[in-house]
């Protein structure tokens, strides 16, 4: 368990403490005093196994806004959704009309601590040439500015994190998604691989910026980390699963406290992939379909739970915390099966049981047909901090066509209707909903079709 000393102590005081006061009887009111200034010390030297279990999850307040600007929305606008710090000026906060939202992180963090919240949850999101394998998210800083990603972005954010007056929030931070598993995958001799991916694993600074995000924000007590580690079906197979927790492992041991400076990773992160396939098991014969296609794993409970193993057994702590981004995986409504089918062929078998309706693994943008997943849960399974939802139902993933922007987004044709693919979702349609605007934005037409296919339904 992390920072197993300052909890002992915590401990031991507390036990000197009671200790103290059966003793002494009449000295009651003046051990009582030195109790009352020692205590809040003590609580604030506190980081605790699960972050997520003790209390209410922080509701952002913009999201809450735009969620019941729909029919139907307040249902769930009540939920805690991640906070995306997606650029240097959302730390400070913007007061122009950005496509996610002005509240920047103190103004967050106070609010949080407004609604009596126990812990908030933060995506660290800005890296130097930032997802190097599509356009939709592209940061603002080029593949060279690691040092502004030091001293502009990471600097400021652990400052105002550190401030003693969010010492009893709870701070869970999302580490930058999508960049250590694009350095496995789509590098080198790869057939996925794309250049800025190969300058990214050539110049070190995902590795890098990890590093220094995981040694800044682990060195305050009560902020929890958390890597992103993709999902089953880009980092389930065994050619790319062993590889990426090798990388996950030495990227933690290359900081500061080593294993110690990361609690858990998080799965699915913005991702359709389903919690669990209830009509389909993982066998030989089925991994012959074209929707398994090889994958040891076909659902983020499974991929989750082995990848939680396989990390421990390369030497992360054994209370590591898995969190699965549950936000736009359910797959309910009409199409969703109710049952395994029959059918002698493989490929028609596993397609008419599957609860994923997307065309292809691969496809990630804007999905036609999603709906919301289970709502955030504490501790769901062993291993399983939580279910979250970190990406907010309803802000896009990628525009559709090109739509010029100050906020560094680009376009990735994934996210076209008409795109019919290239080698990460096998040359397939992209699935993409049509009309949408650039990531982070409010779509409704998404935000209607998450509601209506809701799974477990609203
Ligand atoms: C975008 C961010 C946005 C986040 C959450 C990402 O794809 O790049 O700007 O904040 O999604 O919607």
Same mark, same amino acid.
């Given at each position: 368990?992390? $920072?197993?000393?300052?909890?002992?102590?915590?401990?031991?005081?507390?036990?000197?403490?009671?200790?103290? !006061?059966?003793?002494?009887?009449?000295?009651?009111?003046?051990?009582?005093?030195? @109790?009352?200034? *020692? +205590?809040? !010390?003590?609580?604030?030297?506190?980081? !605790? =196994? $699960?972050?997520?279990?003790?209390? @209410?999850?922080? *509701? $952002?307040?913009?999201?809450?806004?735009?969620?019941?600007?729909?029919?139907?929305? +307040? @249902?769930?606008?009540?939920?805690?959704?991640? *906070?995306?710090? =997606?650029?240097?000026?959302?730390?400070e906060g913007t007061d122009d009309s950005s496509s996610n939202g002005s509240m920047g992180v103190r103004d967050h963090l106070d609010e949080a601590l407004s609604q009596g919240a126990a812990y908030i949850q933060f995506v660290i999101y800005d890296l130097p040439g930032r997802d190097c394998a599509a356009l939709a998210s592209n940061g603002e800083l080029g593949p060279e500015e690691i040092d502004r990603y030091r001293n502009e972005y990471i600097d400021p954010i652990a400052e105002i994190m550190a401030d003693s007056a969010y010492e009893d929030l709870r701070i869970i931070t999302i580490i930058e998604i999508d960049s250590l598993p694009n350095l496995i995958t789509n590098t080198g001799d790869r057939e996925t691989k794309t250049d800025e991916c190969d300058v990214m694993l050539a110049n070190g600074n995902y590795v890098t910026g990890v590093q220094y995000a995981l040694d800044q924000l682990h060195a305050i007590t009560n902020v929890y980390t958390y890597i992103d580690a993709a999902h089953h079906g880009w980092i389930g197979w065994s050619s790319n699963f062993d590889p990426a927790a090798e990388l996950f492992a030495s990227t933690a041991q290359g900081t500061t406290d080593g294993f110690d400076s990361v609690d858990g990773f998080i799965t699915n992160t913005a991702n359709y992939s389903a919690l669990n396939e209830p009509y389909i098991t993982v066998n030989a014969e089925t991994k012959l379909s074209s929707w398994i296609d090889w994958n040891d794993y076909n659902d983020e409970s499974t991929f989750a739970t082995a990848f939680r193993s396989k990390l421990v057994s390369l030497g992360f702590n054994s209370d590591l915390g898995m969190l699965i981004d549950t936000s736009r995986n359910g797959w309910g409504g009409s199409d969703r099966p109710t049952g395994a089918s029959s059918a002698s062929d493989v490929d028609t078998m596993v397609d008419d049981s599957r609860i994923d309706r997307r065309i292809h693994k691969g496809n990630w943008c804007n999905q036609s047909g999603a709906g919301l997943g289970e709502r955030p849960t504490v501790s769901p399974a062993s291993g399983i901090d939580a279910y979250v939802w970190i990406k907010p139902p309803g802000e896009s993933d990628g525009s559709s066509e090109l739509i010029p922007n100050d906020e560094g987004k680009g376009f990735d044709e994934m996210c076209d209707p008409a795109y019919e693919g290239n080698p990460r979702n096998q040359n397939n349609l992209s699935g993409a909903l049509p009309n949408a605007p650039i990531s982070g934005a409010w779509f409704s037409a998404q935000f209607q079709e998450l509601l209506a296919n809701a799974y477990p339904a609203l």
């Open positions: 368990m992390k $920072n197993t000393f300052l909890a002992r102590r915590a401990r031991s005081h507390r036990v000197l403490a009671a200790a103290t !006061v059966f003793a002494l009887g009449s000295w009651l009111v003046a051990v009582t005093a030195v @109790q009352t200034t *020692v +205590s809040p !010390v003590l609580a604030a030297a506190t980081h !605790v =196994d $699960n972050p997520y279990d003790g209390g @209410q999850g922080y *509701v $952002n307040p913009e999201w809450k806004a735009k969620a019941e600007s729909e029919p139907g929305g +307040s @249902q769930i606008s009540d939920t805690p959704t991640g *906070v995306w710090i =997606d650029r240097i000026a959302a730390i």
